[in-house]
């Protein structure tokens, strides 16, 4: 079974309003990071929170990572329509396992 | 040029056949991932290698087999293809992984 799972499957939200998704992890890991995916393309890196980090921000992207709870978030803030996608996590405990992803549609 | 080259983009086979997917990378990284990606299923690891020569089984290794000879190329064969290979294939380098486009392959 995978490493990581997301929820929700899919999201659907007004232009301008937050998104949230989630990501649970069943191992210990080194880091945790998340990806974004356009239709089929390939999966483009946004951003990476080592194990020792709580929270961690880039642009309108918000990370927080508890390993106690073996859980991250990621948080877009005032979406946008090109912020429709699928987003990834993904655990890195010696290899790099996905779950299987978040769609989100933002309506314009 | 892109960083993560897979070839072929898009290839047909019949069940039974032996195919080869082809991916190389500019990066001068040591680790290449496999993936694979169903609808539903996120990606799955299939293969990794942390260096020439050096291979290890992801996930869902059954039915193929990877090549590491040098840094620069990782290549996936499917030994004899059977139509639940069908999917979207994905390369991708280093641990905060750099995607190639992804080869869609159907088998018949």
């Known amino acids: 079974s995978q490493q990581g799972e997301e929820d929700p499957q899919a999201l659907s939200i007004q232009e301008g309003e937050n998104a949230t998704m989630n990501c649970s992890y069943k191992?210990?890991?080194?880091?945790l990071q998340w990806y974004r995916q356009n239709s089929g393309r390939g999966l483009v890196h946004l951003i990476l929170i080592r194990s020792n980090e709580r929270e961690k921000h880039s642009g309108r992207l918000r990370v927080t990572l508890d390993t106690s709870k073996k859980s991250s978030s990621l948080l877009i803030t005032a979406s946008r329509a090109a912020d429709t996608a699928s987003y990834f996590c993904a655990t890195n405990d010696y290899k790099l396992s996905f779950g299987a992803g978040t769609t989100v549609t933002v309506r314009a | 040029d892109a960083d993560v080259t897979q070839t072929p983009r898009n290839r047909i086979t019949k069940t039974g056949k032996r195919i080869m997917l082809e991916c190389s990378q500019t990066?001068?990284?040591?680790?290449m991932y496999w993936y694979r990606q169903d609808p539903g299923l996120g990606l799955r690891l299939i293969y990794y290698?942390?260096?020439?020569?050096?291979?290890n089984k992801g996930e869902i290794s059954d039915g193929y087999s990877v090549s590491r000879q040098a840094q620069a190329k990782f290549s996936l064969s499917l030994e004899s293809a059977i139509p639940n290979q069908t999917a979207l294939y994905f390369c991708?380098?280093?641990?905060?992984?750099?995607f190639g486009q992804g080869t869609r392959l159907t088998v018949v």
């Open positions: 991708a380098t280093s641990d905060t992984a750099f």
């Open positions: 290698s942390f260096d020439v020569k050096d291979i």
């Open positions: 990066k001068g990284h040591d680790r």
């Open positions: 191992t210990s890991i080194n880091n």
